[in-house]
């Protein structure tokens, strides 16, 4: 029925393959094109064209496979000798390697890149891939024991039809051991297979304690069932009824075998049940600990099984044809593998990646009806310094004793819980430890203070801190401005908390702890980073993964205590509503305050009081006004906005009400709202005063501005107004010895510079809260971006199921939340992802739709990437474009970059574009010069183009020199730089 299986043709089934996947990859990226060729040119030192060669060779190979496979069809002997057999095998050979050498050329680019070019259809690919291995490896196992078997005819031929079997079935053979471990690599690339099996191996490796008492007593019925299985076992072929095997062996050895089966099963559930309380407050880590050890488990009642399946099976092969029973015996062998294969391919796809890994703290929950950030259990507070009205500041920078430990340590990233919290402190945490031989350093600074080019790694920081006698009975909050990708503090021995993800401002309630006196502060940190790290329990688990900018470490920014009245005002949130204007420039407005106060206190279980509200104009009437952070000084309280607003509020504190919020709705008139050219600002005053005499009254400003950004058709629009955008990525990074810290001060000079530049737009990381305070004073616009760039479809599936987007995206958003300069959040940069890239944009267009409808969410999608539908979610179009650097024909800036655009512009009609990147490097004569100036023709002359960002202000410190200023601040592009300030005061001369 079935005949000879000719294997002879997988080789070249296996070449159109590959043929159709270089084609697909090659088309998909035309505009890199050119840039290939400049590769190859390096390489080669010769200028040839690269990609119209390599497609020219697989075309050749494409078709002859094709005619291979069709004069196998027809029985045509034409090609039927050994050479053209080998050339399949040879072209498989080829363009592995090319696969190779592109799949490992970048980072970002490896075989997962499969998946996310395929988007929605990636599924569909890694099951074929799949299936298709299983099938291939049993038809080249069946046809090479039937071509062994047969004899050549002739010279070379086989019966006059094909070539000697034995050499197909070797060729065959050598395709598959090339072929069949790429498909499995690609399949392993898929992203649930990588994000399973990256927390499975997590979990194996630093979760699970081999040394536990059920594993000895599984291992030990484990071996007990194996020796029996081989002493009891008939063979499987004998396994049918009417065999003379002795099936069921003597009745000691049949109890202890099941004895041992139950004592492992027993074994497996004591360990599922310990993992999952070792582990608290994770969960789902016991049944991933189980697993393998019940795969294992099956291995000795495998001969019961064929057993089984050979005793239903025997009735049916005695009818069996010899072909049929070839079937039938395949049959039975998959459903004895089945399980496995189940294990390894399907059961990652099946189900839902479990969270193994530090729980974020940061969330948002409803409080008397309204959205309120939390960090754990403490409101998430504001971060503007409030003089010292109704608070105490107690600076925390200077010298600190430290001590560099070394490498990331996976520890850092697991549950603050038993063990583990052993694997983070070796006692470096209390009073007692010696650190005499520690080193003193500057708090705040990167790590390239302490150690010259090491930026991954932990260090431990210690001081004793005196706290004043003004402390006491004051609600003590310990704030950082910034901080390393963990940050754990103890004070005198005491664990006080930790915080994830760097960049984003957290704090702690430190009021138990820090009774006036003399206490032991004590922080650890570690700023891993898991691109390069030869520890991949980091890899795809935190943010940022990976990147080509540098990243600060230890304790970079401002960090201090703030000690407030027992009840105090932890935030007011800010927003303007409807509005009306007949010039943009001012009008009426709706404005929504909502405060939120409450006390970490746990004595008064009858709190209650009045909040008074009130909104002043700010007026900086100097340079050095613009630098204060006492904001309250410059409040205009003369001149009210709006008349005080009065609310009461209640706290039952043992009950467990400790906070209360309240909204505020004005209609206002004759509101100067914010701009570019006109950065108007207000305060809002927020005062506290309770029904406990001993509580003092708290005082609250904090910074706002009103305005309204939305788009309307191409046009991006700023309170009715069309708004252009001319602009600059800002990279706030120095060169050692002053490394990562920037001061006040720093701040406000880098962007007096970025503003002299007629530069009104900014894209930059996750901001210090200082500098925010000057975007807005100075008229930035800021598109704020947490670290989620060159993210693929692992990173954002991990991220989603961890819960640390919510985590990050609370903490960036609640923290600027009333900055009028920041209009973007940026969602991500270049991420080299589909499926996972759309989920995430939609689950943060709905996140920030709950909580701060107020800005346009963008992301910075990778120039070639035009076909990516990820904006259907967006109200705007954001591309980088680098049409001529690295795209399309070479220095031909106007050109190329204007088709991107159009490209992008064709694909999202109806959307405003804002260019989020461009630009060259230095070295090359005129060349930055020409693409700044051949880029601004191609966007000035498309109305749909909003805005342009060049890349960059000032370089990153791995990045290509790209910047005007270098690492260290000097101007090194000078002639860009004064065309810039012409070029870009002309394209934004129509703003109000």
Not at 301 to 328: A, C, D, N, Q
Not at 662 to 671: A, G, P
Not at 808 to 820: A, G, H
Request: aromatic share 14%; glycine share 8%.
């Amino acid at each position: 029925m079935f005949g000879r299986v000719k294997i002879e043709v997988i080789p070249s089934l296996f070449c159109i393959a590959l043929v159709a996947l270089f084609y697909y990859i090659i088309f998909l990226n035309v505009p890199y094109w050119p840039f290939v060729d400049d590769i190859a040119a390096t390489i080669f030192h010769a200028r040839v064209p690269f990609i119209l060669i390599l497609l020219t060779v697989l075309s050749i190979v494409g078709i002859f496979c094709i005619v291979y496979l069709v004069s196998s069809i027809f029985r045509l002997t034409i090609l039927q000798n050994r050479v053209f057999n080998t050339i399949p095998v040879a072209a498989i050979t080829f363009m592995i390697v090319i696969m190779s050498i592109v799949f490992n050329y970048t980072d970002r680019f490896n075989l997962g890149g499969i998946f996310w070019l395929a988007g929605e259809r990636g599924d569909a690919i890694y099951f074929s891939i799949v299936l298709g291995t299983i099938v291939i490896v049993v038809l080249t196992i069946i046809g090479t024991v039937q071509a062994f078997k047969e004899s050549p005819m002739g010279t070379g031929q086989y019966r006059g039809k094909r070539f000697h079997p034995r050499y197909s079935s070797i060729m065959t053979i050598l395709a598959d051991a090339m072929i069949i471990p790429l498909l499995c690599m690609m399949a392993f690339y898929h992203p649930r297979m990588q994000s399973y099996w990256n927390t499975f191996t997590t979990i194996m490796t630093y979760y699970f304690s081999w040394s536990a008492t059920p594993v000895y007593i599984w291992g030990t019925c484990w071996i007990i069932s194996l020796a029996l299985m081989k002493i009891r076992t008939p063979p499987i072929k004998h396994a049918v009824p009417g065999t003379n095997e002795n099936e069921l062996g003597p009745v000691v050895k049949r109890v202890l075998f099941w004895a041992s089966m139950v004592g492992q099963l027993a074994s497996l559930i004591w360990l599922g049940i310990q993992s999952d309380i070792d582990t608290a407050p994770l969960s789902g880590v016991g049944i991933h600990v189980v697993l393998p050890f019940a795969a294992m488990s099956v291995i000795p009642i495998i001969p019961w099984i064929g057993e089984l399946i050979g005793r239903v099976m025997h009735p049916l092969t005695l009818r069996l044809s010899k072909p049929k029973l070839v079937f039938s015996k395949l049959l039975v062998l998959a459903m004895v593998i089945f399980p496995v294969y189940w294990i390894i391919f399907f059961q990652p796809m099946a189900v839902d990646p479990i969270t193994i890994d530090l729980p974020p703290t940061a969330h948002v929950s409803n409080v008397n009806g309204i959205k309120v950030p939390f960090e754990g259990e403490l409101v998430y507070p504001s971060f503007e310094m409030q003089g010292n009205v109704s608070r105490e500041y107690l600076d925390l920078t200077g010298t600190w004793s430290y001590s560099r430990v070394g490498t990331p340590n996976p520890a850092s990233i697991a549950p603050r819980t038993g063990r583990f919290m052993a694997g983070i402190t070796q006692g470096q945490h209390l009073p007692s430890y010696d650190d005499s031989t520690w080193n003193q350093g500057p708090i705040p600074g990167g790590y390239e203070t302490y150690n010259p080019g090491k930026y991954n790694g932990v260090t431990w920081f210690r001081r004793i801190v005196t706290i004043p006698s003004s402390f006491e009975n004051r609600t003590v909050l310990m704030k950082f401005n910034g901080g390393a990708a963990f940050t754990d503090v103890w004070i005198d021995g005491n664990y006080i908390g930790y915080h994830e993800y760097c960049h984003t401002s957290f704090a702690f309630d430190v009021t138990a702890w820090v009774t006036p006196g003399s206490h032991l502060f004590a922080i650890r940190t570690d700023s891993a980073i898991a691109s390069g790290l030869s520890d991949k329990r980091f890899q795809y688990r935190i943010f940022p993964d990976f990147g080509d900018v540098l990243y600060s470490g230890g304790l970079d920014r401002l960090f201090y205590l703030e000690a407030a009245p027992a009840a105090m005002i932890f935030r007011a949130d800010v927003r303007m509503g409807e509005f009306t204007t007949s010039n943009h420039v001012n009008g009426s407005a709706e404005i929504v305050v909502d405060v939120v106060v409450g006390t970490t206190w746990k004595t008064n279980d009858a709190l209650s009081g009045t909040i008074t509200m009130g909104i002043f104009p700010l007026i900086f009437p100097n340079e050095t006004a613009m630098r204060s952070l006492n904001t309250r000084a410059y409040m205009n309280d003369s001149q009210p906005l709006i008349a005080t607003q009065v609310a009461t509020f209640s706290l039952a504190v043992q009950s467990g009400t400790r906070y209360f919020a309240h909204r505020f709705v004005i209609s206002t008139t004759n509101v100067q709202y914010w701009s570019t050219k006109r950065p108007n600002l207000y305060a809002v005053s927020v005062n506290l005063t309770t029904n406990d005499p001993s509580i003092p009254k708290d005082q609250f400003v904090t910074q706002t501005g009103f305005r309204n950004v939305t788009t309307e058709g191409t046009e991006l629009r700023l309170n009715g107004a069309d708004l252009k955008l001319g602009g600059a990525t800002v990279f706030f990074l120095r060169n050692p010895p002053i490394a990562m810290h920037f001061s006040p001060d720093d701040y406000f000079d880098q962007l007096l510079e970025v503003k002299e530049a007629s530069i009104n737009f900014i894209r930059v990381g996750v901001l210090d809260p200082v500098m925010c305070l000057y975007a807005d004073r100075l008229g930035l616009v800021v598109d704020e971006e947490p670290s989620v760039h060159w993210a693929n479809d692992v990173n954002l599936l991990i991220g989603r199921t961890r819960g640390i987007f919510n985590h990050m995206w609370t903490e960036t958003v609640f923290r600027d939340k009333n900055r009028p300069s920041i209009l973007f959040w940026g969602g991500c940069n270049e991420p080299w992802a589909t499926t996972s890239l759309w989920q995430y944009l939609k689950w943060l267009r709905e996140f920030l739709d709950t909580n701060d409808a107020e800005r346009i969410l963008v992301f910075a999608c990778a120039s070639s990437q035009d076909w990516n539908p990820a904006y259907q979610y967006l109200r705007v179009c954001t591309p980088n474009v680098y049409g001529g650097t690295f795209e399309g024909e070479k220095l031909a800036f106007e050109r190329e970059i204007g088709a991107c655009v159009d490209r992008y512009h064709v694909a999202n009609p109806g959307k405003p574009i804002i260019n989020l990147e461009w630009g060259y490097w230095r070295g090359e004569g005129d060349n930055m010069l020409k693409c700044y100036r051949e880029g601004m023709n191609a966007y000035m002359n498309r109305t749909e183009v909003a805005g342009c960002t060049w890349f960059s202000f000032n370089d990153a410190y791995t990045c290509c020199a790209m910047g005007l200023y270098d690492i260290n601040n000097n101007l090194v592009a000078s002639d860009v730089l004064a065309e810039m300030q012409v070029r870009y005061a002309a394209f934004t001369a129509g703003n109000l």
